[in-house]
Structures are given as C-alpha cells and as structure tokens.
C-alpha cells in the first residue's frame, strides 16, 4: 500500500446531537443543550481528539499498511486509541500503569488492542516506559499522547463545528486540556472568541486553575479526585495559554458534586458518564451558572460538552449517590426540577398513588 490521501481515510468519529435538557434548563435558568460526545465510537469526546491523530498519521505516513500505535492511557485516550486504529485496520498495544482499574484494562482489551501492558505507579512511569523501551523497538511504531498534540486539539475542534448556532456559553471538562484547548481553538476559527468558556475541574485534580492563579504551570503533587479522567498533574503549555484569555472563568468543584452531577444526568437524560463529565453538568444546579455568568438570561444558549467516559458502571453509579447523599440537600433550591429520585423533599405520599 502506498500514500494515502484524506478520501482514503474515514474519520474514526462520528457526529453526534445537540440536545435540549429541559431538566436542566429549568434548573439553570436558561437554555441547556447537551452536546452529547459520549455517543462516540469510544464513548468520550477522545474518538475525535486520538482519532484525528490517528488518522493524520496515517494520510502523511508514506508506508501506512506498516503503522503500530501505541499508547500510554490506561483511560479514555487509550480506549479511543484502540477503537480508532482498529476501526482503520491498524493495531494498536496500550501500556497503562499498574493502578488502572480491572474495568478500564477489559475494555481496552475488547476493543481489540494488540497488547495491553501494566508497568509503573504513575501514567508518567507508563508513558516513560512505552516511549524509551516500547515504541523504541518499534521503527513503524506511532506514538499516541493523550492530550498535548496539535492533531489531537484539531481533532476536538470539530466539537464546535457541529455547532448550528452560536452560544452564548459553553461549559467542558478539563484534564490535560485536550477538550478545552480543541474548543477554545473551534471558537477562534468561526470567529466567536467572544464566547464564555467555563473550565471545570474537581478539587485534587484543578491543576488548571492552580496554574492559572499562580500565573505558571504548576504541577500537582498528586491526584486525589474521584474524576480519574481529570487525572493530568499539570496541563499542557497550550491550554495553559488559552486558559489566560478573557473569555475563560476556571471553576473548581468538590467530587461530591461532581457525583451528583453523574447522578442527576442518568436519573433526568437517561445518560450515564464519569465524574470528569460529571463536574460540567453539576454546575446548571443551585443557580451557580448564572451566578458564575450573571450576563446570561433565560434565553441564553448554554452549551455543557458531555464528554462521555468509559470508567463507569451503574454499581458506581449507585455508590457514588450512597457515599454523597448529603449533598443535594446542601445545594438543591426550590429553582431545581429533579427526578423524583434525587428530589431531597419531595418524597412519594402512598396516599395519593391510585
């Protein structure tokens, strides 16, 4: 096989719907769409970010029938890495750190990973290991890094060229960056730089919005969050730069929230994600988007990115609401329309059921 050229190569990603949460509008306040990226091929927002990379790589390369891709996530990225390159009949080996969930490395495995590998503490000891001794012996090998390429933010980007019209606010997770610099970056080219950006993250794992208050990167000592998937020690040098702009407002939330976020998605959509997506739902409670955004009105177009995530099950699910119950009852207000499940006041009275 020789060259290929962009009509030779299908996108490993799909297109996916922009839905209207009327749960969640009233509970914001204001228009809530659901950009739903967890109907990806992977189930995350990764399947166009490493999927993009992936299939740069493949049109550039000049023996494409020879390529091995490698990755070093045991998380999202991996999985998107596997689904991507099998999806374009290349192979793909995962190295992932000994700490990876039994979960994760299943899945991994049944997308059809070549090989799955476990070494190392630390995703920076799994990554050091594929790239010196891995991917070294491998001189058709094709490194996949999760977050910090120009490919993989390019590849995101496309998120905001779906959209139909402009909002007025768009919220997204941030980990390493790869969603929120590929957004910010969609927003430049259609020309709406104007748009705010809400940058969520989870304490223990905000180290956005360290770096943002220290004017530096900063890397954390450790990841003490729930969002694993948020799990980046210190972002990329490029989302650090977007992060400045006038545009952004960083915000930080507790896992607690986050779980409620994960909770309150599958009991009013139907829809069930990690903590790292749902930290980004979390926020259209208790009034606190209009507060962080006080410009917008109930007309206004909210955007929240569901980035989706494969390291969840409904047994989590269901611990995550044991272990946090207390919390819709410290932030719930009478503006939140909940399920009839997570309403912490509105308990079922036997006497009216017929």
Same mark, same amino acid.
């Given at each position: 096989?020789?060259?290929?050229?962009?009509?030779?190569?299908?996108?490993?990603?799909?297109?996916?719907?922009?839905?209207? /949460?009327?749960?969640?509008?009233?509970?914001?306040?204001?228009?809530?769409?659901?950009?739903?990226?967890?109907?990806?091929?992977?189930?995350?927002?990764?399947?166009?970010?490493?999927?993009?990379?992936?299939?740069?790589?493949?049109?550039?390369?000049?023996?494409?029938?020879?390529?091995?891709?490698?990755?070093?996530?045991?998380?999202?990225?991996?999985?998107?890495?596997?689904?991507?390159?099998?999806?374009?009949?290349?192979?793909?080996?995962?190295?992932?750190?000994?700490?990876?969930?039994?979960?994760?490395?299943?899945?991994?495995?049944?997308?059809?990973?070549?090989?799955?590998?476990?070494?190392?503490?630390?995703?920076?000891?799994?990554?050091?290991?594929?790239?010196?001794?891995?991917?070294?012996?491998?001189?058709?090998?094709?490194?996949?890094?999760?977050?910090?390429?120009?490919?993989?933010?390019?590849? #995101?980007? #496309?998120?905001?060229?779906?959209?139909?019209?402009?909002?007025?606010?768009?919220?997204?997770?941030?980990?390493?960056?790869?969603?929120?610099?590929?957004?910010?970056?969609?927003?430049?080219?259609?020309?709406?730089?104007?748009?705010?950006?809400?940058?969520?993250?989870?304490?223990?794992?905000?180290?956005?919005?360290?770096?943002?208050?220290?004017?530096?990167?900063?890397?954390?000592?450790?990841?003490?969050?729930?969002?694993?998937?948020?799990?980046?020690?210190?972002?990329?040098?490029?989302?650090?730069?977007?992060?400045?702009?006038?545009?952004?407002?960083?915000?930080?939330?507790?896992?607690?929230?986050?779980?409620?976020?994960?909770?309150?998605?599958?009991?009013?959509?139907?829809?069930?994600?990690?903590?790292?997506?749902?930290?980004?739902?979390?926020?259209?409670?208790?009034?606190?988007?209009?507060?962080?955004?006080?410009?917008?009105?109930?007309?206004?177009?909210?955007?929240?990115?569901?980035?989706?995530?494969?390291?969840? #099950?409904?047994?989590?699910?269901?611990?995550?609401?044991?272990?946090?119950?207390?919390?819709?009852?410290?932030?719930?207000?009478?503006?939140?329309?909940?399920?009839?499940? /997570?309403?912490?006041?509105?308990?079922?009275?036997?006497?009216?059921?017929?």
């Amino acid at each position: 096989m020789g060259s290929l050229g962009p009509s030779d190569v299908p996108k490993p990603w799909i297109p996916t719907p922009l839905k209207e /949460s009327s749960p969640l509008s009233r509970a914001a306040g204001c228009r809530i769409f659901l950009k739903l990226e967890n109907l990806q091929p992977s189930g995350s927002f990764k399947s166009r970010a490493v999927g993009n990379l992936i299939r740069q790589a493949l049109i550039t390369s000049p023996k494409p029938d020879c390529i091995h891709f490698y990755s070093s996530s045991g998380g999202n990225a991996g999985l998107a890495c596997v689904t991507a390159a099998r999806s374009l009949q290349r192979p793909a080996t995962v190295v992932v750190p000994i700490s990876t969930k039994p979960l994760m490395i299943a899945k991994i495995k049944t997308a059809g990973a070549s090989k799955v590998i476990q070494h190392g503490n630390s995703w920076a000891e799994a990554d050091k290991f594929l790239r010196e001794e891995v991917l070294a012996n491998d001189p058709h090998g094709v490194y996949v890094p999760p977050f910090d390429h120009d490919d993989v933010r390019s590849g #995101t980007s #496309t998120i905001v060229e779906e959209l139909e019209e402009k909002p007025d606010a768009i919220v997204c997770s941030v980990g390493g960056g790869g969603l929120f610099s590929g957004i910010q970056l969609g927003l430049e080219a259609r020309g709406w730089g104007n748009v705010s950006v809400l940058a969520m993250e989870t304490e223990g794992a905000e180290s956005l919005a360290r770096s943002l208050k220290e004017d530096e990167l900063v890397t954390l000592p450790a990841i003490t969050s729930i969002a694993t998937s948020l799990g980046a020690k210190r972002v990329a040098q490029k989302t650090f730069v977007l992060g400045k702009r006038r545009n952004v407002t960083s915000v930080v939330l507790s896992d607690a929230e986050a779980a409620m976020g994960c909770w309150r998605l599958a009991d009013d959509e139907r829809l069930v994600v990690e903590p790292a997506c749902g930290v980004s739902v979390a926020v259209c409670y208790d009034g606190r988007l209009k507060q962080l955004l006080p410009k917008l009105t109930n007309e206004s177009r909210v955007v929240v990115i569901i980035c989706g995530g494969s390291d969840i #099950t409904l047994e989590m699910l269901m611990g995550y609401r044991k272990k946090y119950a207390d919390i819709e009852r410290l932030t719930t207000n009478d503006r939140d329309v909940p399920s009839t499940l /997570s309403a912490p006041n509105e308990a079922m009275d036997d006497s009216k059921v017929s």
